[in-house]
């Protein structure tokens, strides 16, 4: 079985591989390729991978390719890791400092600890494996990269290969040693099946990336706010669902934590309180203080990127306040209909009122009562009313 590792190592692709690797032990695969080219990825969903590796019950070969790919950050790792690992020419492997999910460096603060923690995990794999332990911890620590052919010198892989069929060439005949057992490779003629990814994988790739899950919460509880804010809208209402469903189902991948997402609700609730209360401001304030805070301590291990929070915070921050301002001006605005938007309105009499009458008014005839005579054709301001009946007073 060739299972294809591209692009980032993220809970998508982690849940990829591991499902490939039990798919093959379910149907007696007799090897699995792993051919992998990736710049890294966030280290639970490595630590993932390589755990399945490990305990994998058949032999695995991580293959870098093709020329042109990398196995750098987590991908350092996940190749170490295999029984078997290969490159193929013009390709690399190193540069696995730890770095935020953002992409900045980790602070100095726990730079030191998340390092020996990343260091003591990679050489005990690698001494696992036979593989060079003090260039493992160089790549981590000192960021250093090699090309194929030094890596094979130096003992970091065991083998270049220029394609899948040469790599099988080179495997045939070759001992591994597995959790139990000592397997003897026996590649020639095997057929190659490839395990593609379906559309759940597709999307769980896309989404699980912290900062595409991050957006699409946003953008789910921007479009229910509005809707609720206006009823009837409808589009916003169904955006936000489908956005806020896709967000949820990246959750379930993600390390949340529940302290940054109650504090994103609590920042909605302040909105909304905002449209009730005359808080001049504050809680609008309040509210983005707790949106950003929220955002900030989303996700455990991993770190949405500044760059994307401040802009959207504010952004949707914005957003929330402005749709709270025309609600509450639409709140305190004296209605336009019915009799409560006849208050204060000026009529003309009709009929004699003593005590009662009718007048006209805002284009109908109403029932209307004063505590004094009004005559026909005079004016008359609307005070009040008692169920359909108006009460009114001369104007002066």
Sequence with gaps: MVIELEGTINPGTAQFVTRGLKQAETSKHALVIIRLDTPGGLDPSMRSIVKAILNAPLPVVVYVAPRGARAASAGVMITIAAHVAAMAPQTNIGAAHPVSAGGKEISKTMSEKVV?????????????????????????????????????????????????????????????????????????????????????????RTISDPNIAYILMMIGLAGLYFELAHPGAILPGVIGAISLILAFFAFETLPVNYAGLLLIALAIIFFIAEIKVSSYGLLSVAGLISLILGSVMLFENIRVSLKLIMPTTVLIGGFFIGIAFLAFRAYRRQPKGGIEGLLGEIGVVEERIDPVGLIFAHGERWKATSAEVAEEGEKVRIIGSRGLELVVKKEK
């Design 116 to 204: 020996n923690d990343m260091v003591a995990y990679a050489r005990s794999i690698a001494k696992e494996r036979g593989r060079n332990e003090d260039w493992v911890e160089k790549a981590i620590r000192e960021s250093v990269s090699i090309t194929g052919d030094v890596a094979v010198k130096n003992k970091v892989v065991d083998l270049m290969a220029r394609d899948l069929d040469d790599l099988l060439s080179l495997l045939d005949g070759r001992e591994i040693l597995l959790a139990n057992s000592k397997v003897k490779l026996g590649t020639e003629g095997l057929k190659l099946i490839y395990f593609t990814p379906g559309w759940r994988d597709r999307v769980l």
